[in-house]
């Protein structure tokens, strides 16, 4: 079992900047890869970023050039930098965690964008 605590949600206004924290802690793999979704309001959750246990990375097209993900191996934990926030950006972000075929779900952090 693994369990994802996720931090750093928050109000922001347009143009804005916040920093996504999640740690992972149990029964971790070397081999796995963490990242974010998020779920807007009356949207499907969507993949926003993710990073592999070898630090490559991928990004939803809408977030390419605004989002910086990374990760501290050594702390099981990934990091989400998002820069010239929108009010689109804003949704609940789950933190995710992939290993041996199993995904899990840190429990959300709401991001709101204010115009």
């Known amino acids: 079992q693994v369990q994802l605590v996720e931090s750093g949600g928050g109000l922001v206004q347009a143009g804005g900047s916040l920093r996504l924290s999640c740690a992972a802690t149990?029964?971790?793999?070397?081999?796995?890869?963490m990242g974010w979704y998020r779920q807007g309001p009356g949207k499907q959750r969507e993949l926003v970023a993710t990073v592999s246990s070898v630090g490559s990375t991928n990004y939803a097209d809408s977030v390419k050039g605004r989002f910086t993900i990374s990760r501290d191996n050594a702390k099981n934990t990934v990091y989400m930098q998002m820069n010239s926030l929108k009010p689109e950006d804003t949704a609940v972000y789950y933190c995710?965690?992939?290993?041996?075929?199993?995904?899990?779900w840190g429990q959300g952090t709401q991001v709101t964008v204010s115009s």
């Open positions: 995710t965690f992939l290993q041996n075929y199993h995904n899990y």
């Open positions: 149990g029964n971790i793999a070397s081999i796995n890869v």
